[in-house]
């Protein structure tokens, strides 16, 4: 019988932030199964995968837990030109071509100015007048309107033909983001690197069971569409293969308050709640290819 090991590699999850690494899923994943002491490595960006491969071969794990694209499958336009920085762009930082990249993704943020200025302080300036002014023409035009309506006798509710505006400003938002990562990732030399690594070191270690966690759910509703983006994502990307199993986080967990400690990390019982969906898939993967699966003992 193979003995069992596990190696985590992923986010701030697998260190167990917020809770301490004792009680993090890998930890309480490899106490289920009765194993020997794993090891993990933490806060691991997707691009910089590569770099944390040889860890399998080192460890000679039975089992590797990669918890992968909680980081860079966000609602922050700032992280998200910060990854097409240090990625696409790195090499084209100071060329036309950057600048109109750039540009691009602020218009599907919904944060671009109308257009790039010849100086950084007169951009700045301008916005700041702009807005001043724009502050200005709406809160005129809010008191207009409820004089208007009590001289109607009408009361603005909440209800009111206004309130779709902001949702849709949210709604292009979070299309802009999905587009904007949906390039990055499909057209990004290192993510494409980093793809073909894993894909590789799968296909290398037939004998180790690679068990991978979608990005997590979030108590923040603007993050939940792309971290679930980014699960669709990396199940296309990976190839289909018998020691490869997937766990579907925004199935397994929902954001509610109760398994969070705060708005993105979670608490210990949501991490008691991952380590044992993975025992199960890890029993499901022995029952399926009991030739090549180790054979578990649950503690």
Known sequence: MKTIKVLAL????????AVGEEYAFPQLFGDLLAGEPGHSVACIKFVDL???LFHVAEQRPSHVLLQLGNFEFTDSFELLLQQFDNTTLSKLSASAFADSVRLLLRRFAGTAPSKLSASANKTDQAADQAADQAADQAADQAADQQVNQAAEGRATTAGGPQNWRPALRRGL??????GSLLLLW???RQHRRSFAALNACIAQNPD?????????????PAVNPLR????????????AQPNLQWLDMHRLLRPVRQLFAD???LNRAAHEVIAHALVTLALRHEALYPARAPQLVAA
Not at 10 to 17: E, K, T
Not at 208 to 220: A, E, M, Q, R, Y
């Open 50 to 52: 590569p770099a944390h």
């Open 208 to 220: 180790t069971v690679f068990l991978c966690l979608t990005p997590f759910p979030s108590l923040n």
């Open 186 to 188: 499909a057209l990004g």
């Open 263 to 265: 708005e993105v990390h």
């Open 10 to 17: 992923g986010g701030c999850h697998v260190a167990g932030y």
């Open 173 to 178: 938002h979070t299309v802009g983001m999905a």
């Open 228 to 239: 679930w983006l980014g699960g669709h994502l990396l199940r296309r990307r990976l190839a």
